[in-house]
């Protein structure tokens, strides 16, 4: 048995979870609303404050999808409640982050600058010029939206310029040697 599986995902107060035909499961929250269609493999229990993942029998797809579906519920309420945030670092001289409206535009040293909108959930915020926060209420989307930002400018090992995540270390390279 699925030992992440098995576990009961707790339904804090204000979270209202909905299990539709197909495994369609809708979570409500404070932060918003999350919709995912689940595998149809799951039985899915809403019972009481908790939810119950089941598999029909112990083929291994349905194995594999055990821990998936109980994670992805987990996810989803988390994002509701708490909401989860990426924070990217960026590095170099003339590197810059600036939020104005819902555009976030980036000057990474290319000939143009970089701009991103809000939308899909999502949402930016530059407290620095050279620090930049992704936030919203799906996990995968926080993380692709960061991912896509990081990729325009990623860090180089030898002076460590461009955009990282917060707590991504960089490898660095010693550079050219002395004759």
Request: without cysteine; aromatic residues 4%; hydrophobic residues 30%.
């Amino acid at each position: 048995m699925s030992r992440i599986g098995k576990k009961p995902v707790a339904i804090p107060a204000g979270v209202d979870v909905k299990v539709e035909a197909g495994n369609l499961v809708t979570v409500k929250g404070p932060k918003g609303t999350a919709t995912q269609k689940l595998h149809e493999n799951m039985i899915i229990k809403v019972e009481g404050s908790a939810i119950t993942v089941e598999r029909p029998n112990d083929e291994s797809l349905n194995k594999s999808l055990h821990g998936l579906t109980r994670t992805l519920l987990n996810n989803m309420i988390i994002g509701v409640t708490e909401g989860y945030s990426k924070q990217l670092e960026i590095v170099g001289v003339g590197y810059r982050a600036q939020k104005s409206g819902k555009t976030l535009t980036l000057n990474l040293g290319h000939s143009h600058p970089v701009t991103f909108e809000d939308g899909n959930g999502v949402t930016f915020e530059s407290p620095q010029p050279n620090i930049v926060i992704v936030k919203g209420i799906d996990k995968q989307t926080v993380g692709q939206i960061a991912s896509q930002i990081r990729e325009k400018r990623p860090p180089e090992p030898y002076l460590g310029k461009g955009v990282k995540y917060a707590d991504e270390r960089i490898r660095r390279k010693a550079g050219k040697a002395g004759k």
